[in-house]
T-cell receptor
Framework: NAGVTQTPKFQVLKTGQSMTLQCAQD?????MSWYRQDPGMGLRLIHY???????DQGEVPNGYNVSRSTTEDFPLRLLSAAPSQTSVYFC???????????FGPGTRLTVT | GDSVTQMEGPVTLSEEAFLTINCTYT??????LFWYVQYPGEGLQLLLK?????DKGSNKGFEATYRKETTSFHLEKGSVQVSDSAVYFC?????????????FGTGTRLQVTL
């Protein structure tokens, strides 16, 4: 099992550009989430999904879109990047009825 | 809402020293509690968990006890190693929640020196 994979590992964007952060898991987990990690703020939930076709907002959803067309994939879209979105982004997944979340290695995004 | 408060770091210790990282929480229900560890350049890994009051989670020499009366879940290790240098996150998840949500503390960086 590869677990949770994320691409790219690093990305630099200019303000106003759009991009998609990819996340995939091969554990057949129902639940997937996106977090951002900022210094001194821990991890904050952006969006999450409880199954294919079902998504919901987390704590800091503005400026981000998600979709879940398959169990395996949960991409995060930045529609118009802003410097405030400079952060490290983590995708996570877990099985239903279990609390342990598995995290991907992260994507470090810089918006100039 | 739910919240987790951790002691601020960085914590710098010599190898074989005793480690305590404090964590307290606020929650409306009966949360499960977790410690996650993040090694440099990597994602978070679950270190240990406790799902009800008085439970003790343990792993790799680390321990934490779920104290409902003090709403705490302090992380301890009797003898740290250089390889324990990492950032440690305390987190909670509400037991009744169905969504995949964890509430994290801000993290405590541990630096262990020889």
């Amino acid at each position: 099992n590869a677990g949770v994979t994320q691409t790219p590992k690093f990305q630099v964007l200019k303000t106003g550009q759009s991009m998609t952060l990819q996340c995939a898991q091969d554990m057949n987990h129902e639940y997937m989430s996106w977090y951002r990690q900022d210094p001194g703020m821990g991890l904050r939930l952006i969006h999450y999904s409880v199954g294919a076709g079902i998504t919901d907002q987390g704590e800091v959803p503005n400026g981000y879109n998600v979709s879940r067309s398959t169990t395996e994939d949960f991409p995060l879209r930045l529609l118009s990047a802003a410097p405030s979105q400079t952060s490290v982004y983590f995708c996570a997944s877990r099985a239903g009825g279990v609390y342990e979340q598995y995290f991907g290695p992260g994507t470090r995004l810089t918006v100039t | 809402g739910d919240s987790v408060t951790q002691m601020e770091g960085p914590v710098t210790l010599s190898e074989e020293a005793f480690l305590t990282i404090n964590c307290t929480y606020t929650a409306t229900g009966y949360p499960s509690l977790f410690w996650y560890v993040q090694y440099p350049g990597e994602g978070l890994q679950l270190l240990l968990k406790a799902t009800k009051a008085d439970d003790k989670g343990s792993n790799k020499g680390f321990e934490a006890t779920y104290r409902k009366e003090t709403t705490s879940f302090h992380l301890e290790k009797g003898s740290v190693q250089v390889s324990d240098s990492a950032v440690y996150f305390c987190a909670l998840s509400e037991r009744t929640g169905t969504a995949s949500k964890l509430t994290f503390g801000t993290g405590t960086r541990l630096q262990v020196t020889l």
